[in-house]
Structures are given as C-alpha cells and as structure tokens.
Nanobody, 121 residues
Framework: QVQLVESGGGSVQAGGSLTLSCVVS???????MAWFRQGSGKERERVAS???????TYAVSLEDRFTISRDNAKNTLSLQMTSLKPEDTAVCYC????????????????WGRGTQVSVST
C-alpha cells in the first residue's frame, strides 16, 4: 500500500527554523504533493503544494517564510520553515495525489500520520 511518513518535527524557539521531510513508498509518480497543517482547535489548512515539475503554490501568509520542494528520484517531499512563530504550532501532514493538476485545490489521495511542530516564546 502507499505510505507517507513525515519526519523532522520538534520544538523550537520563536524565530527558529525547521525542515520537515516526507518519504513516499508504494507509488512513485505522484502528480501533486503538499503540506498541510492543523493547529489545536483549528481547521486543517494547506501550507504549500507542488507539482511534479517543481512548480509551487503557497498559502499567501506563508510564502515568505516557507519553501516546499520535492525530489522525484528519491520520492521525497520537504518543507523548509524559517522565522517560526508560536502560531505556527501545529501537526503537519504530508499528502500526495495521483493527479497532477490544480494542486492547490484538489483533494489528495494519500496522507501521512503527521509530525508535531511546536514553537515557543
């Protein structure tokens, strides 16, 4: 079966940086890949998405601080996060889809279990 496993979460001070990684197994041709996050008591939101060619789309409020990337040969997805704020505290999820169009809007087929990012003051 298709499996997505996130890593790289942890606790950091405000202003710090973290890089999240996601390894996909069981499927090697994901069209879209994306990072989502969900803070405690909040709705899930899309952080960033990226198509197979590397074209990325970000949530407007995060574009200046976060960078999404993918390595198709390694079947991995990454999210570089800088200047972290307490409001960035959330469980972050990796997602992938068979289809490769409309990555910022489509439903995703497979999801990871999530990794916790905690930012303290």
């Amino acid at each position: 079966q298709v499996q997505l496993v996130e890593s790289g979460g942890g606790s950091v001070q405000a202003g710090g940086s973290l890089t999240l990684s996601c390894v996909v197994s069981g499927y090697s041709s994901s069209g879209c890949m994306a990072w989502f996050r969900q803070g405690s008591g909040k709705e899930r939101e899309r952080v960033a998405s990226i198509n197979r060619a590397g074209r990325a789309t970000y949530a407007v409020s995060l574009e200046d601080r976060f960078t999404i990337s993918r390595d198709n040969a390694k079947n991995t997805l990454s999210l570089q996060m800088t200047s972290l704020k307490p409001e960035d505290t959330a469980v972050c999820y990796c997602a992938a889809s068979v289809a490769g169009t409309r990555c910022a809007y489509r439903d995703y087929d497979w999801w990871g279990r999530g990794t916790q990012v905690s930012v303290s003051t």
